[in-house]
């Protein structure tokens, strides 16, 4: 069964201090990693999907990398706008069906 | 380019009653993905359509929870009778993928379900 941990649960940073999410994953055989934000009482935004070990992606001050165990979404010099939940979901060759973790809630403070 | 649209945001029923809960996907998305939140709990998916067949119903909880999408546009998702448990936010997803391209899913606001 595919499982997904994302860590911290929470995380609270200052304007500027860059911070790191970690997504660890057990699949079976990998087909994508997928990253989203999440803002209150809105959908999943599509952020990335990475697809092989050592595969990185970037969007503004966001930065996905992967690994055969794990992804990290890199944040450098957050802004109060970037505050939302990151979420992280694993699709399995198997199937379409995305398995999500539980998201990391991210506070940036002016 | 409008994205995926869900109707209502809200709703509120009684234990027992019928809801049905509407998705429009992205125009030209063959994939339709109807997902979860229930409280405190991650989103877990419930099930695929490709086009107007479903592709995989392993998520759908019991029988109690009837999913079409005829002529392979909108799909509904009806709960019938619907149970305390089956509160949460319901999110529809779709995506454009051909054989061998890869699956990018884009979602819906959700709706909100809240049986009393």
């Known amino acids: 069964e595919d499982q997904v941990t994302q860590s911290p649960e929470a995380l609270r940073l200052q304007e500027g201090e860059s911070s790191s999410l970690n997504c660890s994953y057990t699949v079976s055989g990998l087909r994508g990693l997928f990253w989203y934000r999440q803002d209150p009482g809105k959908g999943p935004e599509f952020l990335f999907t990475l697809y092989s070990a050592g595969e990185e992606k970037e969007k503004e001050r966001l930065k996905a990398t992967l690994t055969k165990k794990e992804s990290f979404l890199h944040i450098t010099a957050p802004k109060p706008e970037d505050s939302a939940t990151y979420l992280c979901?694993?699709?399995?060759?198997?199937?379409?069906?995305?398995?999500f973790g539980s998201g990391t809630r991210l506070q940036v403070q002016p | 380019e409008a994205g995926v649209t869900q109707f209502p945001s809200h709703s509120v029923i009684e234990k027992g009653q019928t809801v049905t809960l509407r998705c429009d996907p992205i125009s030209g998305h063959d994939n339709l993905y109807w997902y979860r939140r229930v409280m405190g709990k991650e989103i877990k998916f419930l099930l695929h359509f490709v086009k107007e067949s479903k592709q995989d119903e392993s998520g759908m909880p019991n029988n109690r929870f009837l999913a079409e999408r005829t002529g392979g546009t909108y799909s509904t998702l009806k709960v019938q009778p619907a149970e305390l448990e089956d509160s949460g936010v319901y999110f529809c997803?779709?995506?454009?993928?051909?054989?061998?391209?890869?699956?990018?899913?884009?979602f819906g606001p959700g709706t909100r379900l809240t049986v009393l």
């Open positions: 997803a779709s995506s454009h993928l051909g054989r061998g391209t890869r699956d990018e899913q884009f």
């Open positions: 979901a694993v699709q399995d060759t198997g199937r379409r069906a995305l398995t």
